[in-house]
Every structure is written in structure tokens, then in C-alpha cells.
């Protein structure tokens, strides 16, 4: 049978539903309950309460009465189903709310409190092996606009929202017994933080929150309210027990009941004293340990102990007998709230992206044409060239052969069989057509816009008329074009350009470093002018404009970089961090917010939008954003772990594979007889030689190396690039419990029994995978590469205070880069020293100081440290610089022979203009003028405008005796502005000892 049930007016009005919001509330369950909680003896009742606003200064309580005592036997349902909040005299399955379960989130998806290892196996041991308070309950709260805006003040004002935990007694048993009415024990509270649903787009929140023992002056510290709701909610959560209604006692009139109601008030504040003073008195006795601050109150205190509502006696400090059992039990409640619509509003996507077009219109793939006769007739010009030149291509490949091969003189005959040929294949291949239809465009054209025919032709005859009028036109301008575009000799080829835009990116960085930024700036211009439609070409030059502070410049760059691709991310960011230089704080989140809808699942996008937020005093801004960072950074560990372990499984397999096939090959060489029994002790495998040991390139490997204890170690994920040592060991521990790379199993699948090889021992719980770096770390690298300096800064100082990361060597690496890039060396240097004293060996915190020494002019030990870091087995992040300073400081030390392996080594590993020059002059030292020439022509070839390689080319041929180059290579040389005043002395001299190379002479 079906009952529908309907109303003929709706309870709100249409006006209220879009103006107001509907909250869902929802009780789960209390775990981890006091330890006196027991399932025999007396039976009481549990209730749970917290305010929501009615009206724009005004509260009422939300009451869940129907908490149940559970054993840990009694397990729940995996699809645990909700509760109405005041069933009634309903029974059964009619007590629970059709089509409404409890949302099975995982931990790491939640919002409250307990989600770290340490108390996830905590929550483990609660939800498994100890009592629980069950409600599973629903309720619905309206609020209309005010009491809506007032809800989202109160979270501003202050994020803490309570739930207030009670035991009440049954009404059964407080039948007849006025005084228990309403009265309330083990009073705890739970401090909700709400501040996520004031998070752009947030409707639900959902968590476990610890309970705390209730205190008004607790209550007052962490929500700013003067009291809590427990009294006014015990005596409604005792009526609905009692009557199923949700309504307090009705108060009574007259000055009896005054008198009588102050008569229950003094007795039952009396009982709850005695009752706290028996509570003490038995934790004395039964805890041999003090329990937690305010666990233990001695005897004599026992006249100023605190009720368990928590109000104050002067003088004392608050404390909560039986409310302090929660602490010492770790007790905690899972609850919901969810809204109809959010607090604060997001953004869509699509919006976003039109206001990101707003700032910046995107660039249409293709320019448009402007119309015009003349551009008409330029138009047919084009395809009359080109299809001329498709022509002549096909009659090459039907009759080169056969022209190159024949001699004899051609005749008309065999030039009119040729031509015939040629029309029947263009014809019967269907060419022709395709290139009638190839000028059909070019030729509607020129009737549009030189002409003027845009309708048909009623008269006929005009029609013939106009047809004849523009056969002679366009016959005439094909002989125009076809004298412009062809020649009789073949045109030679325009040479590809010798550097592609990877060379010219690294000359322009290599310039960069050596503060030639007159030299970078042309390298970045020829890669936009060689394509201006790439969006990463317009980057590049906005980062290199950001590092020489040309703020108007690198703006332009960015919005051409947006104009191209307007979901390029990286150009969102920096043109977010240029508008928040400018000042320009609505744009920047606009354009923040674009790059985290972009690419949603970017670590990047979400920390940056934090460090915006953080730079607008937005905290709340940046929490959530700093919330979906770790996630993602935590997702990517654990996806990487699960990697890893299917690795880890697909290699022991195949092992397991090639022994078992080598054990059958032994025994059938054996004639079936079976090896002596040999114990299979299963090694770890030792780490490959080919991969290096952890090094500290661009902060990443060394954090949890340099941070983590090696006790703390053996219980936390271990990554293939720690310790080997260490690893080999946990290796050898698991391997007798579980198979081989059980290690590296995730820690999801907590409590799940796992099927072992072998052993009938339990499998042990795996550790929660960690992230390699902090999400601070990884944006501080990318920051740097980009030279964004205040956000840099904004980002070390979170990474100094992130759990993850602190005084780390990678920290202190990366402050050092940013001190760099600021011209701050002292700085600079001591951040160095720091590192090395986390990390000896770290070749980037050696080729930093290297780079600190030769900008300070210290010469002697930056070769030192230059030296020491190439000597190392592994390589620091950027090795093209180090080789080319220390070949320099080779040349000027005059060790040539050291200075040409140096520069070679530049050469091999990424050959410049810059390198081969040192190469060139160090030969040229050494007396080595074939090789020096060789060097120099590479060098010209990669740059034909540095002055200096035309000087040195110079010598090399007035060396050689060779004039007429010497003068060309000179005259060159000057044309360029040699400034250096001692290799052009140096050129005039051997030009006078040989007697010619100057044409002045």
C-alpha cells in the first residue's frame, strides 16, 4: 500500500526559500565514551545539542534525545541509515528515514579532528573494541536571510561552533521524581570548527571533533558565549523522551511556583556537587596514574569543585569532574551539517573564464582579413602563384627524367605531346578541378569587391557582357602574377636558422646569469619573433622582465601568453602575482581562482591561491586552499606508494618466475632427483647501482632525511631514495609477516585482513604513505625559476613553520637562491652555511657558494668551491654555469690547459657561443690555432654578433698569414663595438709585427 500525503499551502513561501537556508543536522555517534560508562547497572538516556540562529539575535537549541549505549559487538551496518529525530510511537523500519544513509567518507576527506596516524589508530581501537553512544539521527533547521547572515558573522566572528554531550536518566526511572527532571551529567562539549563552510562553494562539513569537559569558562574562551545551552536542553531532551514532544515544561505562574522551582534549583545543584565529590573520591581510589589536568580532584577541594554544567564559584578555577572523563577517554563525536546552498558562493568555472576574457580577450586563431579590391587582386595574385608552382611540380615529375636525359633539341611536336599529356593527367586525376576550385574564392572575390556584382543577372546578355569583361581582367593579372612568381632559373631555398627555440632559451638564460641583460633580452625577442603564437615563448620573457623589475613590461607579456592559451596555467598564476604587485587584489583572485578551475587537481594553483589569500589577510581563504593542497600533495603520495608496491610485486614475480624455471632446469639435469633442502632466506634486494644516493637538487629528497629521526623512520613510508640501510632493514623485518613489498601497501585498507604466503600471522597495518616534500617546497621551486620574489618569501616563511619542513637543508638552499636573485650575498651566505651543516656533501649548496664567492670577487675560493662540487659524484641542479665561471677563473689564472677541458666540458654537455669562445682562447693561449680556429667558427656560427669572437678570429688569421680574412674578421670586430680595450691592443700589436690586417694602414 501507498500513502501520499500533501498540504494544499506550502509551509514557506517562495520569497523564503530563495532568501533563506535549510540546515541538516546530523548526530552519528559517540566513541571512545568514559571509562564508568557501562552496559549493566542503572540505564540512562544520551542527548546531544547545539544553537542555531532563529532570527538575527536570537538562538534555540537543536536537541538529539535518542542516544543508545551500544556494545562493540553490536557492529554497524556498512550503509548505516538515518533516524527521524521524533518518531513517535513508530516502529521498526518506520523509524528511519526512507532513501537517507550515513555517507561513507574516508578519513582523509574529512574536516574534523583525529586524522593524523597516531589517532586514526586510536579511532581504529574506539570503532572496533569499545562501547559506543549511537544516534544516527536527522534534523532540519530553516533559517531565514537574517538568521542565515548572522550564522555566517558568528562563524567570522569566532570558528568554533558547540555540540554539547549529555547522560540524562531515563524517564522511567525519574518517573514520580520532579527533581531528575531535566537534570544532566557527564557535560561535555565538542568545539566544531565551521570555518569550512565559509569556504567559496562549501554546503557539508563532516568529522570526528574531540569532546571536551564543559566549562563556562571553556565555552566562553572558544565561542565567545557566556553559557551553553546544557540546562534548557537536558529539560527538552527529558520532555521528548517522556512525551515525544520537542517542547520545554510550560512555566508556572504565581509565587508558589517561583518558590518551588528555586527549591529544585538549590537541591539538584546540591545532588550534582555530591555526585561530582563520589566521582572524585572513585577516581582516587581506581587510578593508580593522575589523569589528565583536572582529572583528580583531592577531598578537601571537594567544596569547591565544579558542577558539571560548569558554572564558576569565585575564586576557582573551572573544572569538570565527570566531563573530564571524555579527555582521558579521547572520546569524540562524529556529526554533519550540511546547508541547501552555500555561505559563500563560488564562482562557476564559466564564469571565471569570462571574466579571465573580460581582463584579457582571447586572440582569434587567425588574423582577420580585411576586405578591399586591392587586397582582392593580391589574394588572386597569391593562388595563381601557387597553383602555377603545383603545375610546374607535377610536369617535373612526369618529364624530368626525361628532359634531363635528352639532348637533342626539342621539338614543337614533342613540347605539344607533353602538354596534352600533362592536361589528360591533370584531368583524368581530377587536379584540375581542384585547382579551378583552389582559385573559385580569389576570383568570387574580385567579383565582390572590384566589381561590385553581389546579385544575379536578369539580363542574359549582360550576364555574357560581364563574363567577357572579366575573362580579359583575369587572364591579364594572371600573366602579372605568373611574371611575379616565377622565374625561369629555380629559387634557392631559405636556409633553416641554425638554433632552434630550446638553444635560443638557454643562450637567453646563460646571458641572464651572467648579467648580460641586454644579450637575453634579444635572445627572448627572436624566439617570439621566430613564433609569436607560442604561448611559452611570451612567458619566458615575462619571467626574465619579472627578474630585472620591469613590472609594465612583464604584464604585457603575460597577457599575450593568456591572449593565446586562456588556460594556460602558469601564465594565470604569474599574471595573478603581477596584479597583486599592482596592487590590483580583485583581478589577482580572479585570476588565481581561473587557475585552480583550469586544473583543479594542481598543488601548484591551490597554494598559490593560499599565498594570495595570505597576502590580503584572507585566513580563511587560505586555509581552504590550504587544506585542498595537502590533500592533492597526500593523494600523490599515496598514489605513488601504490605505484611503487605494484612495481615492487611485478618484479618479485618474475623472480619468483626465473627461480622456479631454474629449479626445473636442475632438476631434469639432475635426472629427477630433488637438491638437498636448503632454508629460503629471502634478501632484500640491494638498491641499484645506477642510482645515485639522495641528493638535495632543488630542495627535494633530502626534507625527510634531514628532519625525521632514524627511530621515527622505521615507522614512517620509506621511499626509495632514502637510506638503503634503512630500507634493507624494514625490508628484512616485514618479510617474515607478509610477502614481499608489503611495505609499501597502502594504508587505506585499515583493518582489512590481507591474504599472507606462507604464515597465519595477522598482516600488520601499513603506514600512511608521506609526501616527499611539503606543499610549500614544491611551489617554492617553481617560484624561484620564475623570480617572483615576495611570494617566494611568503612561501619560505611557511615552509620555516610547515610541519613537513622547518630550518631543512633544502630551506636554507632555497633562501640562498632567493638572496641570489635579490643581490643579497651575505645573506646569502650564511644560509649556506647553515645547509652545509645539514648536508656536507650537497653539491647545490657548494655551487651556490661558489656563485656568492665570484660575485663578491673572492676568486680564489670560488674556484675551490667550483672545484669541490664537479668533483663530486653527482651533479648540482645547474652545472653550465659553474663550468663556464671556473674555466674563467682558469683564464685568468692562466692555466689554459685546465680552462680548455673546463670549457669542453660546457661544450659537451650544452655547447654556446660562450663556451666555444673559451675554448677558442684557451687553444689560442696553448698555441693550438687549428683547434682554435675550429672553436671560434663554432662559436660564430651560434652567434655571428659577438665582437669578441671576430677579434680573437682575427688574431688567428694574422697568425696564420691569412690578410684578406684578418681585415674582414678586424673590420667586424670594430663594427661591433669591441670594448674590450686589451684584446684590441692586443690585435693592433700583431698586426703591426706581421705587417697587415689593418686596412687603415
Known amino acids: 500500500m501507498e500513502v501520499v500525503i500533501s498540504v494544499q499551502e506550502s509551509l514557506l513561501e517562495g520569497t523564503q526559500i530563495n532568501n533563506g537556508n535549510l540546515m541538516t543536522l546530523t548526530i552519528e555517534t559517540l566513541y571512545a565514551p568514559p571509562e564508568t560508562w557501562a552496559m549493566t547497572?542503572?540505564?540512562?538516556?544520551?542527548?546531544?545539542?547545539?544553537?542555531?540562529?532563529?532570527?538575527?539575535?536570537?538562538?534555540?537549541?537543536?536537541?538529539?534525545?535518542?542516544?543508545?549505549?551500544?556494545?562493540?559487538?553490536d557492529k554497524e551496518a556498512p550503509n548505516r541509515q538515518k533516524k527521524w529525530a521524533v518518531p513517535g510511537s513508530a516502529q521498526g523500519n518506520s523509524v528511519y528515514i526512507p532513501e537517507s544513509f550515513l555517507p561513507p567518507d574516508n578519513i582523509d576527506d574529512e574536516d574534523g579532528e583525529f586524522k593524523n596516524k597516531e589517532e586514526r589508530d586510536h579511532r581504529h581501537v574506539a570503532e572496533t573494541e569499545k562501547l559506543r553512544v549511537t544516534w544516527n539521527t536527522e534534523r532540519r533547521s530553516y533559517m531565514d536571510a537574517m538568521a542565515t547572515k548572522s550564522f555566517q558573522d558568528k562563524i567570522a566572528k569566532c570558528r568554533y561552533w558547540p555540540v554539547e554531550v549529555m547522560r540524562l536518566p531515563q524517564p522511567a526511572a525519574a518517573k514520580g521524581k520532579k527533581d531528575d527532571e531535566g537534570s544532566i551529567s557527564y557535560h561535555g562539549v565538542a568545539f566544531v570548527n565551521l570555518a569550512p563552510l565559509l569556504y567559496p562553494g562549501v554546503k557539508r562539513i563532516r568529522g570526528a571533533y574531540k569532546v571536551h569537559a564543559y566549562t563556562d569558562h571553556a565555552m566562553h574562551e572558544k565561542t565567545k558565549r557566556k553559557t551553553g545551552f546544557g540546562e534548557e536542553a537536558g529539560k527538552i531532551a527529558f520532555n521528548i523522551l517522556n512525551r515525544n514532544s520537542a517542547s520545554p515544561f510550560p512555566k508556572k505562574a504565581g509565587k508558589e511556583g517561583a518558590e518551588k522551582k528555586e527549591k529544585e534549583v538549590k537541591k539538584g545543584h546540591s545532588e550534582k556537587i555530591q555526585r561530582s565529590m563520589s566521582i572524585a573520591q572513585h577516581q582516587q581510589q581506581v587510578n593508580a596514574a593522575p589523569a589528565g589536568p583536572g582529572g583528580q580532584v583531592p577531598p578537601e577541594a571537594s567544596q569547591t569543585i565544579k558542577s558539571d554544567t560548569g558554572s564558576e564559584m569565585e575564586g576557582q578555577a573551572p573544572v569538570n569532574v565527570e566531563g573530564q572523563q571524555y579527555v582521558d577517554a579521547k572520546s569524540y563525536v562524529m556529526l554533519e551539517i550540511s546547508l541547501t546552498r552555500p555561505l559563500i558562493p563560488k564562482r562557476p568555472p564559466e564564469e571565471l573564464a569570462r571574466r579571465v576574457a573580460e581582463y584579457i580577450p582571447p586572440r582569434p586563431l587567425f588574423p582577420k582579413r580585411t576586405d578591399g579590391a586591392q587586397r582582392a587582386v593580391e589574394d588572386f595574385h597569391n593562388q595563381v602563384g601557387s597553383v602555377a608552382n603545383l603545375i610546374l611540380d607535377e610536369f617535373r615529375d612526369q618529364f624530368g627524367d626525361i628532359l634531363k636525359t635528352d639532348d637533342e633539341p626539342q621539338t614543337v611536336e614533342a613540347m605539344e605531346s607533353r602538354r596534352q599529356k600533362l592536361i589528360y593527367e591533370l584531368n583524368s586525376s581530377g587536379k584540375y578541378f581542384a585547382f579551378k576550385e583552389q582559385l573559385k574564392y580569389a576570383v568570387v572575390k574580385i567579383v565582390r569587391e572590384k566589381y561590385l556584382k553581389t546579385s544575379a543577372f536578369e539580363d542574359r546578355q549582360e550576364l555574357q557582357t560581364f563574363l567577357s569583361e572579366l575573362y580579359v581582367y583575369l587572364i591579364d593579372q594572371m600573366h602579372v602574377a605568373l611574371g611575379k612568381y616565377l622565374a625561369l632559373e629555380d629559387q634557392a631555398p631559405i636556409p633553416k636558422p641554425l638554433t632552434d627555440s630550446a638553444q635560443l632559451k638557454h643562450f637567453a638564460r646563460e646571458a641572464e646569469v651572467n648579467g648580460n641583460y641586454e644579450l637575453a633580452t634579444k635572445?627572448?625577442?627572436?624566439?617570439?619573433?621566430?613564433?609569436?603564437?607560442?604561448?611559452?615563448?611570451?612567458?619566458?620573457?615575462g619571467t626574465f622582465c619579472l627578474y630585472i623589475n620591469d613590472i609594465t613590461k612583464a604584464e604585457e607579456c603575460f597577457k599575450e601568453c593568456i591572449a593565446i592559451d586562456q588556460k594556460h596555467l602558469q601564465g594565470l598564476l604569474l599574471y595573478g602575482v603581477v596584479c597583486t604587485l599592482s596592487e590590483r587584489n580583485e583581478a589577482a583572485e580572479t585570476f588565481f581562482e581561473a587557475a585552480t578551475c583550469v586544473d583543479p587537481k594542481s598543488i601548484l594553483a591551490w597554494t598559490m591561491l593560499g599565498l594570495f589569500y595570505d597576502a590580503v589577510n584572507n585566513e580563511i581563504g587560505a586555509e581552504m586552499a590550504y587544506l585542498e593542497a595537502n590533500k592533492l600533495n597526500q593523494a600523490a603520495a599515496v598514489a605513488e606508494a601504490k605505484a611503487l608496491r605494484e612495481e615492487e610485486i611485478v618484479k618479485d614475480r618474475l623472480a619468483r618466475g626465473e627461480h622456479e624455471s631454474e629449479d626445473k632446469e636442475v632438476d631434469h639435469d639432475q635426472g629427477g632427483l630433488a637438491p638437498p633442502s636448503v632454508p629460503d632466506i629471502k634478501q632484500p634486494s640491494p638498491p641499484s647501482s645506477d642510482k645515485p644516493p639522495t641528493s638535495a637538487r632543488s630542495g627535494k629528497g633530502s626534507i625527510s632525511d634531514r628532519r625525521m629521526s632514524a627511530s621515527k623512520r622505521s615507522d614512517t613510508y620509506l621511499h626509495p631514495d632514502q637510506s638503503p640501510q634503512l630500507q634493507g632493514s624494514k625490508m628484512k623485518t616485514d618479510s617474515s609477516t607478509s610477502r614481499p613489498g608489503s611495505q609499501y601497501r597502502m594504508g587505506s585498507q585499515r583493518g582489512t585482513p590481507q591474504p599472507a604466503e606462507e604464515t597465519e600471522e595477522p598482516p600488520v597495518r601499513e603506514p600512511t604513505p608521506v609526501p616527499r616534500s611539503s606543499i610549500y617546497m614544491q611551489v617554492i621551486e617553481w617560484l624561484i625559476e620564475v623570480k617572483a620574489i615576495p611570494f617566494t618569501e611568503r612561501a619560505l616563511a611557511h615552509e620555516l613553520l610547515s610541519p613537513m619542513g622547518g630550518p631543512t637543508s633544502a630551506y636554507h638552499i632555497n633562501y640562498a637562491r632567493l638572496k641570489l636573485q635579490k643581490k643579497e650575498y651575505k645573506e646569502a651566505e650564511n644560509s649556506l652555511d647553515e645547509a652545509l651543516q645539514f648536508d656536507y656533501q650537497n653539491p647545490d649548496a657548494w655551487a651556490l657558494m661558489g656563485h656568492v664567492k665570484y660575485m663578491t670577487n673572492d676568486v680564489e675560493a670560488s674556484r675551490d668551491c667550483y672545484e669541490r662540487t664537479i668533483s663530486f659524484t653527482i651533479d648540482a641542479a645547474e652545472m653550465h654555469s659553474i663550468y663556464l665561471r671556473l674555466a674563467s677563473i682558469y683564464l685568468q689564472e692562466e692555466k689554459f690547459s685546465n680552462a680548455k677541458n673546463t670549457f669542453l666540458m660546457a661544450c659537451k654537455r650544452s655547447p654556446s657561443c660562450v663556451s666555444w669562445l673559451g675554448v677558442g682562447i684557451a687553444c689560442y693561449r696553448l698555441g693550438e690555432l687549428a683547434e682554435a680556429e675550429d672553436a671560434l667558427s663554432e662559436a660564430n656560427i651560434l652567434n655571428n654578433t659577438d665582437p669578441e669572437v671576430w677579434g680573437y678570429l682575427s688574431l688567428v688569421c694574422l697568425k696564420t698569414g691569412r690578410q684578406l680574412e684578418a681585415e674582414q674578421a678586424y673590420k667586424y670586430a670594430l663594427k661591433l663595438n669591441l670594448v674590450d680595450y686589451d684584446l684590441l691592443t692586443e690585435i693592433q700589436h700583431v698586426q703591426q709585427e706581421v705587417g697587415f690586417g689593418n686596412p687603415e694602414f
Open 41 to 73: 547497572g542503572a540505564q540512562y538516556a544520551y542527548a546531544a545539542a547545539l544553537p542555531i540562529p532563529v532570527s538575527a539575535d536570537k538562538e534555540s537549541p537543536i536537541v538529539f534525545a535518542n542516544g543508545a549505549l551500544k556494545p562493540s559487538i
Open 523 to 541: 635572445y627572448y625577442q627572436e624566439r617570439i619573433a621566430r613564433n609569436r603564437n607560442d604561448p611559452s615563448h611570451w612567458f619566458d620573457y
